[in-house]
């Protein structure tokens, strides 16, 4: 089946401009996961939706971010007055969810990444 | 809070050879599972093995395997007759299923480059 995708695949904004980024999980997974890496650096987590619910959103570095996941499917990651600081590579991985039994529920599936550059 | 350390910022290996990667993690909860993830130049992150804690036969993956030692904490990952294409960065990853947050911990990766 399909896996994680995310769009665009590259977007360069001027600094100060919102952007949109979008992640489609996999089908029928209900957990899903915005991460942040800096160029030849680790993951920074950002948020974590359960269904619809973010119960996390710890990870947002500033009020400028917010993140929506509608039906249960697609999420959103929006950055508003965008700072050079933002350029990064923005990550999303869905799971199938906790409830199951076995490492494999929470297995993280990634999508290959919103290349995100602010001039 | 979890955390998860890898010591090596940086392996290399010739082609063929066994390399192994650390990892080390803290938690005070008994619950939990651990993740090796694989992140090739330019390319998607994938699975590369997983871990139970509870299970106490290390998991193996064809090539990879993994020496788990609960009471020390430690879950490195062995690469066997290295490839080029295994050439990537590695992140070792920890999440708790006690019930409590879902959200992973991932080290800060260890960059291995496989010589022809």
């Known amino acids: 089946g399909a896996g994680v995708s995310q769009s665009p695949s590259n977007k360069v904004t001027e600094k100060g401009k919102d952007v949109e980024l979008r992640c489609d999980p996999i089908?029928?997974?209900?957990?899903l996961y915005w991460y942040r890496q800096s160029l030849g650096q680790g993951l920074e987590f950002l948020i974590y939706f359960q269904g619809n619910s973010a119960p996390d959103k710890s990870g947002l570095p500033s009020d400028r971010f917010s993140a929506e996941r509608t039906g249960g499917s697609v999420s959103t990651l929006t950055i508003q007055r965008t700072q050079q600081e933002d350029s990064a590579v923005y990550l999303c991985?869905?799971?199938?969810?906790?409830?199951?039994?076995?490492?494999?529920?929470?297995?993280?599936?990634f999508g290959p990444g919103t290349r995100l550059t602010v001039t | 809070a979890q955390t998860v350390t890898q010591s090596q910022p940086e392996m290399s290996v010739q082609e063929a050879e066994t390399v192994t990667l650390s990892c080390t993690y803290d938690?005070?909860?008994?619950?939990?599972?651990l993740f090796w993830y694989k992140q090739p130049p330019s390319r998607q992150m994938i699975l590369v093995i997983r871990q139970e804690a509870y299970k106490q036969q290390n998991a193996t993956e064809n090539r990879f395997s993994v020496n788990f030692q609960k009471a020390a904490k430690s879950f490195s990952l062995k690469i066997s007759d290295s490839q080029l294409g295994d050439t990537a960065m590695y992140f070792c990853a920890f999440i708790d299923a006690s019930g409590g947050s879902y959200i992973p911990t991932f080290g800060r990766g260890t960059s291995l480059i496989v010589h022809p």
């Open positions: 938690t005070s909860e008994n619950n939990y599972y």
């Open positions: 089908s029928g997974h209900t957990a």
């Open positions: 991985a869905s799971s199938p969810g906790p409830w199951l039994a076995g490492a494999n529920s929470y297995e993280q599936y």
